[in-house]
Nanobody, 121 residues
Framework: QVKLVESGGGLVQPGGSLRLSCAAS??????????MKWYRQAPGKELELVAD????????DYADAVKGRFTITRDNSAKTSALQMNRLKLEDAGVYYC????????????WGKGTLVTVSS
């Protein structure tokens, strides 16, 4: 079965950086058939799409709140996605989830269990 596992979360001071990783296994279709996405959920807030990438870096898209600070990448051969987070702010704290959504099969998507990012001085 398809499994997504996030890693890289932790405690960081405001202005610091973290790199989150998402590793996929047990793929049903080709990894490149999926759009890779990162969501986050802060305590008491709704789930928010942070960034997504279809295939190449020029297909990446970002929430306004993270543009210029976060970078999403993917490595199709390794079946991984990463979210490089720089100049972190207090409001970036939350649980970050990796998601993959099939490009053509509606409703086919998978989620990781999340990794916690804490931003605190």
């Amino acid at each position: 079965q398809v499994k997504l596992v996030e890693s890289g979360g932790g405690l960081v001071q405001p202005g610091g950086s973290l790199r989150l990783s998402c590793a996929a296994s047990g793929m049903d279709f080709s990894f490149s058939d999926y759009i890779m996405k990162w969501y986050r959920q802060a305590p008491g807030k709704e789930l928010e799409l942070v960034a997504d990438i279809i295939l190449t870096p020029d297909t990446a898209d970002y929430a306004d709140a993270v543009k210029g600070r976060f970078t999403i990448t993917r490595d199709n051969s390794a079946k991984t996605s990463a979210l490089q987070m720089n100049r972190l702010k207090l409001e970036d704290a939350g649980v970050y989830y990796c998601n993959e959504e099939h490009t053509t099969i509606r409703g086919l998507d998978y989620w990781g269990k999340g990794t916690l990012v804490t931003v605190s001085s």
